[in-house]
C-alpha cells in the first residue's frame, strides 16, 4: 500500500540543480472551461449533471506543502506474464487497436481484481502503453473505495491547479460543462486542440499507472489520443539513440501555475522545476521511453537555446507525427481507460460543437523518480 499524500516516507534523492524560473520560454496550452452551476443543475436547458458529487470544486484556501519524496513499489516486477487473474481464459476478450499501442478489454472487472490481478494490470498496461477497460463498475462505487484501490499502485497525487469532487481533492476532474463555448475564443487563435503531454512531468516522481474513467461524454467526439513513447524511441537510429542517453531536460510547473492564477484559479502547491532522463527506462519492462513533452519540458540542461530548442522541437514532431504509432481511444459510458504515464503521451480532443458535457475523473498515482539505463544498441 502506497503511502497517502500527506503521510510519506522519506528517502534521500538528490536535490535538482538551481535553475531561475525567469529565463522559461515554454508555453503552457490551456483549454480552460468555464464552471456554470446553473447549467450543471440543469436550469438552462440541459439537463443536470448525472453525477453531482463528481462536479468541479476549487478551494482558495487549500494549501499545500511541498511533495516530500516516497519509495515507490513497482508492482508490475511481480506479475505473472500469462495474465491468469487479470484475463483468464474463455471469460475475457481482448482486442488490440494497433500492434504497439492500445487495448480494448471485456470481460473483467478491475474494482474485484485480487493483489495477484492488479500486479498483472500494472505489467500489461505497460505492455500495451494504453488499455481501455468495457462495462466497469467504477462510476457506482463510494469516492474513497476508489481511492483505496488506486492507492495499491503509488502515492496519489494532488493536482495543484485543477477542480475536485468535494472532499476528495485526490481525484483530477475532465470537466467541460454542458453549454460550454469557450472553445470557440481558443479557435479563434487556434487550428487544433491538440496537446501531447505526459501527466504533471515536472514533479520529482511523475505518475505512472493512471486511471480515467467517464462520467458523462458527448454522443460523438471528446476522444483522447495516445502515442506510445517506446516504439518512438526504438524508430530512431542508433546514433541518435546514444546521443540522447545521459541528457537531461528541466520541466516546469510554473506556466501551469501561472495559468490558473491569470484566471483567477486556485495554485494548491507552490510549482516545481525538475529534471528528468531524456529517455527514462521503465522499471517492469526494462522499455526505453522518450520522455520530454511540449506542455512541460522547457530545455536540455546544459545545451544552448538553439541546440536546445532544435532537438526537442524534432522530438515533439516525431511524437506528434508518429500515426503509426499512435492509437485512438473512443469514449464508452462505464469505460475505465489505464495508462502508464511512463511510457506514453496522450492529448485530449475538443471536436464536439453541441454544447454536450464531457466529464471524466483521474486517479493519478505517483512512481518512481524517472532514471535511464546505459544505452545498448539494438
Not at 522559461?24 to 449533471?49: N, R
Not at 462536479?55 to 494549501?63: I, S, V
Not at 460543437?353 to 532514471?371: C, M, S, W
Request: proline share 8%; aromatic share 10%.
Amino acid at each position: 500500500m502506497a503511502p497517502a499524500a500527506v503521510e510519506t516516507q522519506t528517502v534521500v534523492i538528490p536535490e535538482t540543480s538551481a535553475f531561475k524560473t525567469s529565463i522559461l520560454t515554454g508555453q503552457y496550452k490551456e483549454l480552460a472551461p468555464k464552471f456554470d452551476p446553473e447549467a450543471e443543475s440543469g436550469l438552462k436547458g440541459y439537463q443536470a449533471a448525472k453525477y453531482p458529487h463528481y462536479l468541479p470544486t476549487w478551494d482558495p484556501n487549500e494549501k499545500y506543502p511541498p511533495l516530500e519524496p516516497f519509495e515507490h513499489y513497482e508492482h508490475g516486477k511481480d506479475a505473472d506474464p500469462t495474465y491468469p487473474n487479470l484475463l483468464p481464459k474463455g471469460q475475457v476478450t481482448v482486442t488490440h487497436l494497433t500492434p504497439t499501442i492500445g487495448s480494448e478489454v471485456r470481460g473483467i472487472q478491475l474494482s474485484k481484481l485480487s493483489n495477484a490481478g492488479k500486479d498483472e494490470l500494472a505489467r500489461f498496461v505497460a505492455e500495451r502503453k494504453v488499455v481501455a477497460f468495457r462495462d466497469q463498475d467504477f462510476v457506482d462505487l463510494p469516492i474513497e473505495q476508489l481511492l483505496e484501490f488506486g492507492s495499491y499502485f503509488g502515492r496519489h497525487h494532488i493536482h495543484p491547479t485543477s477542480g475536485a469532487p468535494k472532499g476528495f481533492p485526490e481525484i483530477h476532474l475532465v470537466h467541460r460543462g454542458a453549454g460550454d463555448n469557450t472553445i470557440d475564443q481558443y479557435f479563434a487563435n487556434r487550428t487544433s486542440t491538440v496537446a501531447w503531454h505526459s501527466d504533471v512531468s515536472y514533479e520529482r516522481q511523475p505518475p505512472g499507472t493512471t486511471f480515467l474513467y467517464v462520467l458523462e461524454k458527448p454522443e460523438a467526439g471528446g476522444d483522447t489520443l495516445f502515442v506510445d513513447a517506446v516504439e518512438a524511441y526504438k524508430r530512431l537510429s542508433p546514433a541518435f539513440r546514444q546521443r540522447l542517453h545521459g541528457l537531461k531536460a528541466r520541466h516546469s510547473a510554473v506556466e501551469q501555475a501561472n495559468a490558473s492564477r491569470a484566471r483567477g484559479g486556485i495554485v494548491r502547491r507552490e510549482p516545481v522545476i525538475n529534471e528528468h532522463p531524456i529517455v527514462r527506462t521503465h522499471p517492469a519492462t526494462g522499455e526505453k521511453a522518450l520522455f520530454v513533452n511540449p506542455q512541460f519540458t522547457r530545455d536540455i540542461v546544459g545545451l544552448k537555446k538553439e541546440e536546445s530548442e532544435a532537438i526537442l522541437k524534432f522530438l515533439y514532431d516525431h511524437l506528434a507525427y508518429g500515426a503509426d504509432f499512435q492509437a485512438r481511444i473512443k469514449w464508452e459510458e462505464r469505460t475505465v481507460v489505464v495508462w502508464d504515464n511512463r511510457v506514453t503521451q496522450h492529448s485530449a480532443l475538443v471536436d464536439w460543437k453541441d454544447g454536450a458535457r464531457r466529464h471524466l475523473a483521474r486517479i493519478t498515482p505517483q512512481a518512481e523518480v524517472p532514471f535511464e539505463t546505459p544505452f545498448e544498441e539494438e
